[in-house]
């Protein structure tokens, strides 16, 4: 089996004024995260170097905040011009927020062809985690990256309170629209944050990966944020599970793997990491 590495870039940081209540980015609940309005495009180039050294063939630009507005797709398109002139062989992924169609034109005329923007919940449940723009924004948003010739990546994050049910319900909105890859994501307990502070159980874990991979045939599973506190040193279980993909390195406020450590495992068990999206 091959297996998908992608890595983040966290191009804006902690900037954001929504309440989502599983993000430590938004400003309302003061975590103690790095917050800065944009990185430099030198050190997001030199990010990019680093995630082709680790193998990843997916670099994603994410920013903070509800969506795009002029300075944001203006920065965007830069970072994404001068990644593609130095590392023009790794395929580049936005992830900004909500975005009308033309916006997201324009991320595809400078190289950016994947977009990111998760589901994060099902529409039953949504209401509990953010009050400040609704579920049918970040589904039309997803619609719009389609619309615009990119290739969607959406997903969600687990264990936030929701019941089995809603987990389900998330995986088929998810699967309605089709998408690529699927970051499977879940929660990692924040002090700051207003959710309970648990870590899921890993059997519940590969469980929802399973139905992921059951409902989503054809898309890339990918195990993203809290892989490695869910899973701990048994985090290869996921691929039986049916995943075929993970995050390498740093996610967006979090620490991750050495990516060679990673490596070295997924080597010994035998898969091949893939050079390409599209293999």
């Keep these: 089996m091959k297996v998908y590495l992608c890595a983040i870039s966290n191009i804006s940081s902690g900037v954001c004024a929504e309440d989502c209540a599983f993000c430590t980015q938004s400003t309302k609940y003061r975590a103690d995260i790095p917050r800065y309005k944009y990185k430099s495009i030198e050190t997001i180039v030199q990010e990019a170097k680093k995630a082709k050294v680790a193998k990843a063939i997916g670099f994603c630009l994410v920013t903070a905040g509800r969506g795009i507005d002029d300075k944001i797709l203006d920065f965007v398109c830069k970072a994404a011009t001068a990644v593609k002139k130095e590392v023009p062989d790794i395929s580049l992924i936005g992830c900004n927020g909500t975005a009308e169609i033309w916006q997201l034109k324009e991320l595809k005329k400078c190289g950016i062809e994947n977009y990111n923007h998760n589901l994060e919940s099902s529409k039953s449940f949504y209401k509990n985690i953010c009050s400040t723009h609704t579920w049918e924004e970040r589904y ?140």
């Design 140 to 279: 039309q948003t997803c619609l719009n990256a389609k619309e615009a010739g990119l290739n969607l990546c959406t997903g969600g994050i687990f264990g936030l309170g929701e019941s089995k049910e809603q987990q389900i319900e998330l995986l088929n909105e998810i699967a309605s629209l089709k998408p690529m890859s699927v970051p499977i994501n879940f929660f990692h307990p924040n002090p700051a944050l207003p959710l309970p502070q648990k870590i899921m159980d890993k059997n519940d874990a590969l469980e929802i990966i399973k139905k992921a991979r059951e409902v989503l045939k054809d898309a890339m599973i990918m195990v993203a944020g809290g892989r490695e506190l869910v899973f701990g040193d048994d985090w290869p279980k996921i691929f039986e599970a049916g995943a075929n993909s993970i995050v390498v390195g740093d996610y967006l406020t979090t620490k991750g793997n050495e990516p060679s450590k990673d490596i070295k495992t997924l080597e010994k068990l035998g898969y091949e990491i893939a050079k390409s999206c599209h293999e």
